[in-house]
């Protein structure tokens, strides 16, 4: 049976997992922000905040950009579950915008469409999630320019493009969204077991989604109601969960990221292979955005 997909473990990953293990810290250690420094340098953005789960990074996102009860989410409907969730878990309303049958990424026809007659019955969305399906960037040039037009507030999930590029950038840099979120399931580009990572530009949503991964605890003197009386001292502004990634999962993760030019390297051959061998067939290969580059998962 041919698999959905299998992660590729080396020698590497094996020793970087193991000195980990050996070391002084299992989490809340120096290694998730190696690995969160080294993602956001990577991809051109300013902050990154590594979590258990891509899902836990939506949650986050939803939850630091003031999503709750009788506001909406939109997203695409061809998705994995997780990019409706996040919406719900806020006590949010869940709406779907069409997509563009030769992408499979959200439409903007669909969207500007969909925001006029939301906007004429006072319903529209506080967020959107544009997907990257199979690993490709949705058309968020034009996305964002609607998103600014209502002023609504945009999640990336790019949970299948990490290593991929939108307008000669890589994806997750932020251009032209509030937040960009990958995740590191063995099934998508790269794995930490299980782990997800949010990315954003903003400082203020930077710092309540790293309070938000850790029980909205913040351990900053600047940003407690009054003076620390200690060095232990430290306050919970807002109710958060424990949504932290580990240190053996970031041991791990910074290990496949050295990789992740090869992965995508090796994947855009494969895809090469399947357009050769399929041109001649009575088939609608998977088309292609202008300026994009898959990283081809899926
Ligand atoms: C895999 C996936 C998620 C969730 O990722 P986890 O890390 O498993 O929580 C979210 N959105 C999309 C599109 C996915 O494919």
């Not at 300013?46 to 999503?67: G, M």
């Not at 968020?140 to 493009?161: K, P, Q, W």
């Not at 090869?262 to 292979?273: C, N, P, T």
């Amino acid at each position: 049976m041919i698999p959905y997909g299998k992660q590729d473990i080396n020698q590497e990953d094996i020793d970087a997992v193991v000195q980990v293990l050996r070391s002084d810290f299992l989490t809340q250690g120096p290694v998730v922000p190696r690995f969160e420094e080294a993602v956001a340098e990577r991809v051109g953005a300013k902050h990154a905040i590594a979590v258990n789960s891509a899902t836990s990074a939506l949650h986050i996102a939803c939850a630091a950009l003031d999503l709750g009860p009788g506001d909406w989410l939109w997203t695409s409907p061809i998705t994995f579950v997780a990019s409706a969730n996040c919406g719900r878990y806020c006590g949010a309303k869940v709406d779907f915008v069409d997509i563009d049958p030769d992408t499979f990424n959200m439409c903007p026809d669909a969207l500007e469409h969909k925001l006029a007659e939301a906007e004429k019955a006072g319903r529209l969305p506080k967020i959107l999630v544009p997907v990257h399906m199979c690993g490709q960037s949705p058309d968020m040039a034009r996305i964002a320019e609607l998103t600014h037009r209502y002023d609504i507030r945009v999640i990336e999930d790019a949970s299948h493009s990490i290593g991929a590029e939108y307008q000669n950038r890589p994806v997750g840099d932020c251009s032209y969204s509030d937040v960009t979120v990958f995740s590191f399931h063995p099934v998508k580009i790269i794995t930490t077991g299980e782990g997800g990572l949010a990315l954003t530009n903003d400082e203020v949503v930077a710092t309540r989604m790293a309070e938000l991964r850790t029980h909205g605890i913040t351990r900053n003197p600047a940003r407690m109601s009054r003076e620390p009386d200690g060095p232990w001292y430290y306050e919970q502004r807002e109710l958060g969960w424990n949504y932290r990634m580990t240190e053996i999962q970031a041991a791990l993760g910074l290990s496949q990221f050295e990789r992740l030019e090869d992965f995508v390297a090796r994947r855009r051959e494969l895809a090469g292979h399947y357009d050769d061998a399929l041109t001649d067939l009575p088939l609608r290969i998977p088309g292609r955005l202008e300026g994009a580059r898959s990283s081809w998962h899926l």
